[in-house]
């Protein structure tokens, strides 16, 4: 049984920081990609971050890209998002995504195989 569950999310004013983190359970964590996605209301779930089971392949969206990171330590089997620079547009409920594709990273939600429950970032002006 494979459970994700991220942690971290919160209220916070724009030009703030965040870091979300996803803890998973299950014996090939290392085998895997991960992803970050978030969803705000009214509009469709959308790629945010990507790593590869390595962390030799790491994909940003534009719209994240310089401001957020994202890590993995397949050790204590978390994956992290470090988020700078908040905008009021990074308000949604972001998940936790694995992918048990060796080797590749992507993104489309349909590619990735367990989700987690979701954790809330709302950003305010």
């Known amino acids: 049984q494979v459970q994700l569950v991220e942690s971290g999310g919160g209220l916070v004013q724009a030009g703030d920081s965040l870091r979300l983190s996803c803890a998973a359970s299950?014996?090939?964590?290392?085998?895997?990609?991960m992803g970050w996605f978030r969803q705000a209301p009214g509009k469709e779930r959308e790629f945010v971050a990507g790593?590869?089971?390595?962390?030799?392949?790491?994909y940003y969206a534009d719209s994240v890209k310089g401001r957020f990171t994202i890590s993995r330590d397949n050790g204590q089997q978390t994956v992290n998002l470090q988020m700078n620079r908040l905008k009021p547009e990074d308000t949604a409920v972001y998940y936790c995504?694995?992918?048990?594709?060796?080797?590749?990273?992507?993104?489309?939600?349909?590619?990735?195989?367990?989700w987690g429950q979701g954790t809330q970032v709302t950003v305010s002006s």
């Open positions: 995504a694995a992918d048990r594709t060796f080797g590749v990273v992507r993104q489309s939600i349909f590619e990735y195989d367990y």
């Open positions: 299950g014996r090939t964590f290392s085998m895997w990609s």
């Open positions: 790593i590869s089971s390595n962390g030799a392949r790491i």
